[in-house]
């Protein structure tokens, strides 16, 4: 039994995309229209068995797909999509140079291609010159619709990419102008650190019960799965609060002795950053980082610092998750008591910048700092300083005149 739907008679094209034809169905013509921009046919039934008014109908029908704009095709040249693609394969090339994070790219793609979300679920083939601000607004609240339980960090990352393309865009000479993209308020959580001695009494010093409980756990070769805690442990944590290196396989996982040269006057370690977070930097570290590393030398240039002997970076950077969480929970330190945050390897490094804050007694250049720790100075002021004790020597330092005498 034939089909209803197999042709009674030859397709007739009347021009690209454009055809009518007739099904064993029907006795009436029925017109087919290619749709580039959406990949798909509309198909829509003349009314007529004549051929000549069919043909006239579906001339009729294409132009008023023209006018509301179904037809008027972008050029690819000008759509969001095209430089949605520039901007990832540019930031990826720079990646690859150093020039910033290595892995940028890669966020920035998921943001642009999420399945419920992404910024080209909404903008693909639209008309970069035809974007304004309402229309950021209209995207941010689908966005919510989609999902209510995106954080206002995650809807400003979002934002930030939808701004990224656009800015390209005007980078291109296509668009004069970046629409505005207003950032959803959010609230600024202080970062969980180890507290520290003159922040807390001797005694309650968890930065030192850290280290003390570190050493204890490599004398008494404590197994952390496959692996035995050994001093290394100790040299790492040391090595991360007198360096402010993130914990990650860009940074301090990914140093070898190649990137380090020893220096004094002052007495420190001059290291080189070749891919981290916020690209390549050279940093300068506190004295305590030398001792460290002359304990953990290698045969070879190429040799990493810790774990040498594990090539995939990333095992090594779990062995030493693990490793740190069985010592946290020895100390019984796996929470912060204060912010109520869980403390992981990162918190060594926020303990470092918040170390430099308040040891160096208000003196420290925060500039410096940010520029050692591979942050802004509006990072560290948000997430740092801003919920630090204010110290009588920070005090002194905000009252002194330098050199003059002013009363």
Known sequence: MQSRHVLQS?????????????????????????????????????????????????????????????????????????????????????????????????????????????????????????????HYHQYLDWVQEQDSSLTPATLNHIASVFAKVMKFARQEG????????????????????????????????EYKT?????????????????????????????????????PTESEIYALTHRDIVVADDPKRLIVTVRRGKTGHRVINTMPGAVSVYSRNKGTMIDDYIFLSTYKNRSTAKRIVQRQFNALLDRCQLKKDRYSKSVHTVYSLRHTAICMRIILSQGKVNIF??????????????????????????????????GDSDVS
Do not use: C
Request: proline share 4%; no cysteine; glycine share 2%.
């Open 10 to 134: 030859k397709i007739i094209n009347l021009r690209r995309g454009l055809a009518i034809y007739r099904v064993r169905a029907s006795s009436y013509y029925r017109i087919r229209v290619w749709i580039p921009s959406l990949k798909k046919r509309i198909v829509k039934t003349t009314k007529t068995a004549d051929p000549a008014e069919a043909i006239s109908i579906a001339e009729e029908y294409l132009n008023t797909l023209g006018t509301r704009g179904v037809l008027n095709e972008v050029p690819q040249s000008r759509t969001f999509e095209t430089f949605a693609d520039k901007l990832i394969l540019n930031e990826k090339a720079r990646g690859e140079r150093a020039e910033i994070s290595r892995r940028l790219w890669t966020v920035t793609k998921f943001y642009l291609n999420h399945k419920r979300w992404g910024v080209l679920r909404r903008f693909p083939k639209t008309d970069v010159r035809t974007i304004q601000t309402k």
């Open 368 to 401: 410096n700092l940010a520029k050692n720790a591979g942050t802004s100075v509006d990072q560290i002021e948000r997430f740092y300083a801003r919920h630090l004790p204010l110290s009588k020597e920070m005090a002194i330092n905000l009252q002194t005149f």
């Open 174 to 205: 296509v668009i004069d102008f970046v629409p505005a993209t207003p950032r959803v308020k959010r609230l600024d959580n202080p970062r969980a650190f180890f507290r520290f001695h003159p922040l807390v009494d001797k005694k309650h010093d």
């Open 210 to 246: 850290l280290l003390t409980a570190a050493k204890k756990m490599a004398d008494e070769k404590i197994r952390v799965r496959d692996t035995i805690i050994s001093d290394e442990l100790y040299d790492f944590i040391l090595f991360m609060t007198h360096s402010f290196l993130r």
